[in-house]
T-cell receptor, first 115, second 112 residues
Framework: GAGVSQSPSNKVTEKGKDVELRCDPI?????LYWYRQSLGQGLEFLIYFQGNSAPDKSGLPSDRFSAERTGGSVSTLTIQRTQQEDSAVYLC?????????????FGSGTQLSVL | GQNIDQPTEMTATEGAIVQINCTYQTSGFNGLFWYQQHAGEAPTFLSY????GLEEKGRFSSFLSRSKGYSYLLLKELQMKDSASYLCAVRNPTDSWGKFQFGAGTQVVVTP
């Protein structure tokens, strides 16, 4: 696609429910990143994919968080048994490694609200 | 530990110049990036420095000193639309090639 696409744009859920967030990166971008941004805060790294593998999962806050990427394209971030502290904007970004200036292209994010 | 520090907020008037400083302490370095983020929107790329010196791009310039762990973003001829948060990010390949570490952002408020 023309840009990074994320869905849903907004998600309201009840505490304890599972949620799935989707990211469709720019076509041809092999690197994909998930970040989390709480209100008024900077970006918190969650996980990074190169192709379908995740060399760095160090930012996932707990074992309730998982992510996968299939076909080197679409990625889903799953949060199980959501908690109120999971409320944030979840941003996905993609890039094409090996170009030196590997700037990130961000999607518009998913605003997650856990009631 | 690894830190990226930048001021929380800066205010300037339309037409003026503002300089946003960013200092970093990381175990490795392979590039410093500046992003602009308007409220409720995704961050967008502004500039990239990997060697010491000044990179100029229209009204925006970015400077890097690797020995000092220091960068700044210079915004000239400020316009109202420049009101946004400006994020400094460092790529640290010794930590993780894929992990861009972001500062908390500097909120720039442009007044008439």
């Amino acid at each position: 696609g023309a840009g990074v696409s994320q869905s849903p744009s907004n998600k309201v859920t009840e505490k304890g429910k599972d949620v799935e967030l989707r990211c469709d990166p720019i076509s041809g971008h092999t690197a994909l990143y998930w970040y989390r941004q709480s209100l008024g805060q900077g970006l918190e790294f969650l996980i990074y994919f190169q192709g379908n593998s995740a060399p760095d999962k160090s930012g996932l806050p707990s074992d309730r968080f998982s992510a996968e990427r299939t076909g080197g394209s679409v990625s889903t971030l799953t949060i199980q048994r959501t908690q109120q502290e999971d409320s944030a904007v979840y941003l996905c970004a993609s890039s094409f490694p090996g170009t030196g200036n590997e700037k990130l292209f961000f999607g518009s994010g998913t605003q997650l609200s856990v009631l | 530990g690894q830190n990226i520090d930048q001021p929380t907020e800066m205010t300037a008037t339309e037409g003026a110049i503002v300089q946003i400083n960013c200092t970093y302490q990381t175990s490795g370095f392979n590039g410093l990036f500046w992003y602009q983020q308007h409220a409720g929107e995704a961050p967008t790329f502004l500039s990239y420095n990997v060697l010491d010196g000044l990179e100029e791009k229209g009204r925006f310039s970015s400077f890097l000193s690797r020995s000092k762990g220091y960068s700044y973003l210079l915004l000239k001829e400020l316009q109202m639309k420049d009101s946004a948060s400006y994020l400094c990010a460092v790529r640290n390949p010794t930590d993780s090639w894929g992990k861009f570490q972001f500062g908390a952002g500097t909120q720039v408020v442009v007044t008439p």
